[in-house]
């Protein structure tokens, strides 16, 4: 079969439609422009971006080169002094006065709980738990290097100049003694100049809404360049397509990474973390309160002992503290001392009290709990939750 050649209207010979036509506003139809292809370029930066640094060898991009293990002190380590032994001490039992307040407080704070047990019930007995609360804090200094960039705006450039200071050389300001706060510092001589990974050096990227063709298919007409028949589109004046609105016709958009600089400054930064680590434990008392209570309440501070390192207590009438003690500060040392610098720890006791309440309410017995310097309450088993019920 033979084929023969179509001159009309954009079309190419054997009647295959020219992908560049684009028709008069008196053509009878209307072409699509080609689209461009999509050239971005890669999200992550190349590993040849970043320069061989002596001392900063494990140093990536993004993810960080993990925590760096703090180089070995100088000094002797200073080692701990016991504390003074404490007398024991117990906080007197609350009258029966505050534990009727505390449990009328806490009914009145429920929508659907009656009043009357705390009117009408008779307090037949109170029993006073005082709970040891043991807390360890190892305030520690953790590094942190990874590669990072930013546009060059003239920034100096000082790769090389000397070698950089080690990751531990670097001197940072601490906070207070066990508060959590952060620093970044651009390490020295480690920046240099590199084209952008991203737009290659362009400064700029394919537009991703008309992939850099710079306009789009008509919205209205759908591409047909008329309406309803032989009706021109008055949208795009019968081209098929309209000017894109993100790039503004032109294809491409400032490159979101350099800025339009085409270069980048590419640098180690080093994070800086100081973080509070603190551990409870909190001694049994056999009362009934569920343990979980007592994390929301204070207590009163019995013993406080604040050094580099400290001492596991000694002289506490609680074996159990003296075994908490003992513990938490083994596994503190171990835990910290490998990955991060101890600058100070902190161990501190508080007596909690907990008085359980006993009281007899139409002649059945009922419980609860007053609790912390807050006078916390918990009954679980209220007798009394709806108030419709209550004669």
Same mark, same amino acid.
């Given at each position: 079969?033979?084929?023969?050649?179509?001159?009309?209207?954009?079309?190419?010979?054997?009647?295959?439609?020219?992908?560049?036509?684009?028709?008069?506003?008196?053509?009878?139809?209307?072409?699509?422009?080609?689209?461009?292809?999509?050239?971005?370029?890669?999200?992550?930066?190349?590993?040849?971006?970043?320069?061989?640094?002596?001392?900063?060898?494990?140093?990536?991009?993004?993810?960080?080169?993990?925590?760096?293990?703090?180089?070995?002190?100088?000094?002797?380590?200073?080692?701990?002094?016991?504390?003074?032994?404490?007398?024991?001490?117990?906080?007197?039992?609350?009258?029966?006065?505050?534990?009727?307040?505390?449990?009328?407080?806490?009914?009145?704070?429920?929508?659907?709980?009656?009043?009357?047990?705390?009117?009408?019930?008779?307090?037949?007995?109170?029993?006073?738990?005082?709970?040891?609360?043991?807390?360890?804090?190892?305030?520690?200094?953790?590094?942190?290097?990874?590669?990072?960039?930013?546009?060059?705006?003239?920034?100096?450039?000082?790769?090389?100049?000397?070698?950089?200071?080690?990751?531990?050389?670097?001197?940072?300001?601490?906070?207070?003694?066990?508060?959590?706060?952060?620093?970044?510092?651009?390490?020295?001589?480690?920046?240099?100049?590199?084209? @952008? $990974?991203? %737009?290659? =050096?362009? !400064?700029?990227?394919? #537009?991703?809404? +008309?992939? *850099?063709?710079?306009?789009?298919?008509?919205?209205?007409?759908?591409?047909?360049?008329?309406?309803?028949?032989?009706?021109?589109?008055?949208?795009?004046?019968?081209?098929?397509?309209?000017? @894109? $609105?993100? %790039?503004? =016709?032109? !294809?491409?958009?400032? #490159?979101?990474? +350099?800025? *339009?600089?085409?270069?980048?400054?590419?640098?180690?930064?080093?994070?800086?973390?100081?973080?509070?680590?603190?551990?409870?434990?909190?001694?049994?008392?056999?009362?009934?309160?569920?343990?979980?209570?007592?994390?929301?309440?204070? !207590?009163?501070?019995?013993?406080?002992?604040?050094?580099?390192?400290?001492?596991?207590?000694?002289?506490?009438?609680?074996?159990?503290?003296?075994?908490?003690?003992?513990?938490?500060?083994?596994?503190?040392?171990?835990?910290?001392?490998?990955?991060?610098?101890?600058?100070?720890?902190?161990?501190?006791?508080?007596?909690?009290?907990?008085?359980?309440?006993?009281?007899?309410?139409?002649?059945?017995?009922?419980?609860?709990?007053?609790?912390?310097?807050?006078?916390?309450?918990?009954?679980?088993?209220?007798?009394?939750?709806?108030?419709?019920?209550?004669?």
């Amino acid at each position: 079969m033979d084929y023969k050649p179509i001159m009309d209207h954009g079309r190419s010979s054997y009647g295959v439609p020219n992908p560049g036509y684009l028709p008069s506003a008196e053509g009878p139809s209307a072409m699509f422009a080609p689209p461009a292809p999509d050239s971005q370029g890669p999200s992550a930066p190349p590993a040849s971006m970043f320069d061989n640094m002596p001392g900063y060898e494990g140093t990536v991009a993004g993810g960080g080169g993990g925590f760096l293990p703090p180089p070995m002190p100088t000094h002797p380590t200073p080692q701990p002094q016991p504390g003074s032994e404490q007398p024991q001490w117990n906080i007197p039992s609350i009258s029966e006065a505050t534990a009727r307040e505390a449990f009328a407080l806490w009914v009145s704070s429920k929508c659907c709980y009656s009043s009357a047990p705390v009117k009408d019930g008779v307090i037949t007995n109170m029993e006073a738990f005082n709970t040891y609360r043991y807390r360890l804090e190892t305030f520690t200094e953790s590094r942190s290097t990874e590669w990072s960039h930013e546009p060059y705006k003239g920034q100096p450039v000082d790769a090389y100049a000397q070698p950089p200071p080690g990751p531990w050389d670097i001197p940072a300001t601490a906070p207070s003694y066990f508060t959590d706060s952060q620093q970044i510092i651009k390490v020295p001589y480690t920046s240099s100049m590199k084209s @952008c $990974h991203v %737009c290659m =050096g362009m !400064g700029r990227t394919p #537009c991703k809404d +008309c992939t *850099g063709a710079g306009n789009k298919v008509c919205w209205v007409c759908n591409g047909a360049g008329f309406r309803h028949g032989n009706e021109r589109c008055n949208h795009c004046f019968g081209r098929g397509r309209e000017n @894109c $609105h993100f %790039c503004h =016709g032109q !294809g491409f958009k400032q #490159c979101p990474t +350099c800025h *339009g600089k085409q270069q980048l400054l590419v640098y180690i930064n080093l994070t800086v973390k100081w973080t509070n680590n603190s551990d409870n434990y909190v001694v049994e008392q056999c009362s009934g309160l569920d343990l979980d209570n007592l994390s929301q309440v204070s !207590g009163k501070e019995v013993f406080r002992d604040s050094q580099y390192l400290v001492y596991p207590v000694m002289g506490f009438p609680d074996p159990a503290v003296v075994n908490a003690a003992q513990r938490l500060i083994s596994e503190h040392q171990g835990r910290f001392s490998q990955t991060s610098r101890i600058l100070q720890q902190r161990q501190t006791i508080e007596l909690i009290p907990v008085t359980k309440v006993t009281y007899s309410w139409k002649g059945k017995t009922h419980i609860y709990f007053v609790y912390g310097n807050e006078f916390k309450v918990n009954a679980d088993n209220y007798p009394a939750t709806c108030c419709c019920t209550v004669m």
